[in-house]
């Protein structure tokens, strides 16, 4: 059964194109610094935002119509597979990702669970044999049941615990049936409302407790992916433990897992710890810590997890910028963790959406790849820090100097000037090399 009757393969077709179903700017041949813009950019569908969002929000039930709506149950999770793997080739995507309650539904015992998660994790499987698609990552939903109420491997409660370990447990395994290149635990609930009745090195301990086991039953089953985390400060919980990446990268520093993590990097979600996108890959980035990205962004004037589609080509600039410094995202990839907005509730608006975003990432690869081949911002930076390559600030680097000596350099001082920042100037001309890109593709 086709569930997009009426839309046929997404092509590129130019910056003149007209056609709302083709792609502007997204040639997945193209070639940019020595790779494909499909091998750069790894784009994947979130299959749950997709495929299993409906529209709902605090105030109102479901807006989304799509061709699905009639089944229920195993009939709806199957038709679901159905209709991604329609889209994935339509779109023409290389990687998708989801939770493991968005491909089949919970039963009544986590026996039953597994057994509905058997069913489709076969038919993926048949699928994924004729389909460029692969798996990016999957997941455990450790969140939405009212069991992880007060968390999962960080609960009160040791049976939650364990339950959160056998739901790993079976994630690990279906990754390594699927073949995934990665695997992502995101904390919804790693976290807590209130100090005044939690016990937040038990907590923290216990989660670190949780990632080693994991590691070990990755290798004993032999499942060789990295392991990624998602940073998230705040919503469900007040204050997760994975609240950024730095508070991440002290986490995994404190308990010796630092060998086995990266991290999976989401822009709303830095947004919401009061960073810039860049900010959080950048941490990474200098750390070796970058995995994988969640391709989103937010609304300034919402203070929530909005996942909005990126369609932002200053930000997705700035980020391409990082991605590229990072060598690429190796066996991470563009997922995009977002969904279509409340009102956009035809299934045609899928496919926008989707165009939408890989449009305006293909722009921000091209002026990013074209602001490092000119050397724009390092050669700005190096001359800006070049009082480190010479005399005192060479010591200091080389670490061959001390408070007695700097003092004895500052007192002969009789001037210290600095020069400017260039801030206002810098981002002029990121936005020429912007507005000279589109200039060039549409030429």
């Known amino acids: 059964m086709a569930y997009f009757e009426n839309i046929n393969k997404i092509e590129f077709e130019g910056a003149s194109s007209k056609n709302p179903f083709a792609f502007k700017y997204y040639n997945p041949e193209e070639s940019v610094g020595g790779q494909t813009m499909e091998e750069i950019l790894r784009f994947s569908v979130a299959y749950w935002h997709t495929f299993t969002a409906d529209g709902t929000d605090p105030f109102g039930a479901g807006t989304a119509i799509r061709p699905w709506d ?10 679901r597979v159905e209709a991604a793997f329609e889209l994935f080739e339509k779109l023409n995507v290389p990687f998708f990702a ?17 057994e509905n998660q058997d069913v489709i994790l076969g038919m993926i499987k048949e699928y994924m ?13 450790m969140f939405t049941n009212p069991r992880y109420v007060h968390g999962a491997a960080t609960s009160p409660n040791a049976d939650v615990f364990a339950y959160s370990a056998a739901k790993v447990k079976k994630g690990l395994e279906a990754a390594k049936e699927l073949g995934a290149e990665n695997y992502v635990f995101w904390g919804g609930r790693e976290g807590y409302e209130t100090l005044l009745n939690t016990n937040m090195k038990l907590e923290q301990d216990n989660l670190a407790r949780f990632f080693h086991m994991a590691v070990d039953y990755a290798k004993e089953i032999g499942l060789n992916v990295p392991f990624l985390i998602e940073p998230k400060p705040k919503e469900p919980t007040k204050h997760q433990y994975d609240f950024d990446v730095a508070t991440g990268l002290a986490f995994l520093q404190k308990y010796d897992l630092t060998d086995y993590f990266k991290f ?3 822009a709303n979600h830095a947004t919401l710890a009061g960073h810039t996108f860049e900010h959080e890959l950048r941490t990474a980035r200098i750390n ?8 989103n962004q937010g609304d300034t004037l919402l203070g929530w997890d909005t996942d909005e589609f990126p369609t932002d080509i200053y930000s997705n600039t700035l980020a391409m910028y990082e991605i590229l410094k990072n060598g690429g995202l190796g066996k991470g990839g563009l ?20 165009i939408a975003g890989m449009d305006a990432f293909a722009i921000g690869l091209k002026v990013a790849n074209k602001l490092i081949e000119d050397k724009v911002l390092d050669s700005f930076i190096e001359d800006r820090y070049s009082s480190y390559n010479e005399g005192i600030g060479l010591a200091i680097v080389e670490g061959r100097t001390s408070f007695r000596e700097l003092e004895n350099h500052a007192l002969q001082l009789t001037e210290i000037r600095n020069t400017s920042g260039r801030t206002e100037r810098l981002k002029a001309v990121i936005n ?6 589109l200039s060039s593709v549409t030429a």
């Not at 089944?71 to 999770?77: R, T, V």
């Not at 989801?98 to 026996?111: C, M, N, Q, S, W």
């Not at 044999?129 to 939903?141: F, G, I, P, V, Y």
């Not at 020429?432 to 890109?437: F, R, S, V």
């Open 335 to 354: 997922n995009f963790d977002a969904k279509v907005r409340r009102g956009s509730f035809e299934a045609d608006d899928l496919f926008h959406a989707h």
């Open 70 to 79: 009639n089944l229920k149950g195993m009939d709806l999770a199957k038709a």
């Open 98 to 114: 989801f939770h493991d309650v968005d491909i089949a539904p919970e039963g009544r015992t986590l026996k039953e669970t597994n």
């Open 432 to 437: 020429q090399y912007i507005l000279e890109t």
């Open 129 to 141: 044999k004729t389909s460029k698609t692969k798996l990016l990552w999957n997941t455990a939903n």
């Open 264 to 266: 999976n990097i989401e």
């Open 288 to 295: 070796g810590m970058l995995g994988s990205v969640d391709a």
